[in-house]
């Protein structure tokens, strides 16, 4: 089945770094979602991409589509405490009628204290 | 966006028991969703959810074991029956917008069986 490659698995980062994390994947994909999810809590919506080469800002966080449209990246900039979680990606296709998505395996973002 | 609403939000069942989660979106919506989340796992997908027809599931699930049910564009239940350790999980209903093709996520369901 199709799959997404996301990396890094986790990251220990210190407060105020910037982070990098990206999805990668054999298909080509017509959106990439970007997801936050806190320990118990359902994932969150952080940014919708919907169109090859976009770069879209939610605060802090900066997500692109792919030129090639089988890859996006997710910045978070000065990262603060808060930020701490499990980042997915999730990506949709026109291959399923039904718009599913295929998601990563999810980025596990923890900061030193 | 679209705001989902799920209950409940968590529960410690009994082994061989059924229990059925409830999830409301706050306008209407075509297409539900609902996934299980083991622990330190990714999202899978149980099955599709449309209204006015039957839900569609996934390799590995089965009516018989999540049965579900869509009787209008904003509600859809999920039943997990006969529940063993094994179903033990996060279940997440979540719907697809009419632009955009985003998807939402309610808050989970967290169910325990003991």
């Known amino acids: 089945g199709q799959q997404l490659n996301q990396s890094p698995q986790s990251m220990f980062i210190q407060e105020g770094e910037d982070v990098s994390m990206n999805c990668t994947s054999s298909?080509?994909?017509?959106?990439w979602l970007w997801y936050k999810q806190d320990p118990g809590e359902g994932p969150v919506l952080l940014i919708a991409l919907y169109k090859a080469g976009e770069l879209t800002s939610n605060g802090r966080l900066t997500a692109q589509f792919g030129i090639t449209r089988k890859d996006s990246f997710l910045n978070i900039s000065a990262s603060i405490p808060s930020d701490v979680g499990i980042y997915f990606c999730a990506g949709q296709g026109l291959w399923d009628s039904n718009y599913q998505l295929i998601w990563g395996a999810g980025t596990k973002l923890i900061i030193k204290p | 966006s679209a705001v989902i609403s799920q209950k409940p939000s968590r529960d410690i069942c009994q082994r061989g028991t059924s229990l059925t989660i409830q999830c409301q979106v706050d306008s209407q919506v075509t297409m539900m969703f609902w996934y299980r989340q083991q622990p330190g796992q990714s999202l899978t997908l149980i099955a599709t959810?449309?209204?006015?027809?039957?839900?569609?599931?996934e390799s590995g699930f089965v009516i018989d074991k999540f049965p579900i049910s869509r009787p209008n564009l904003t509600f859809s239940t999920l039943t997990v029956s006969n529940m063993s350790p094994e179903d033990s999980s996060i279940y997440l209903c979540?719907?697809?917008?009419?632009?955009?093709?985003?998807?939402?996520f309610g808050e989970g369901s967290w169910l325990t069986v003991v």
């Open positions: 959810a449309n209204q006015g027809s039957e839900a569609t599931y």
């Open positions: 298909s080509i994909f017509n959106t």
């Open positions: 979540s719907a697809r917008t009419g632009a955009g093709n985003t998807i939402y």
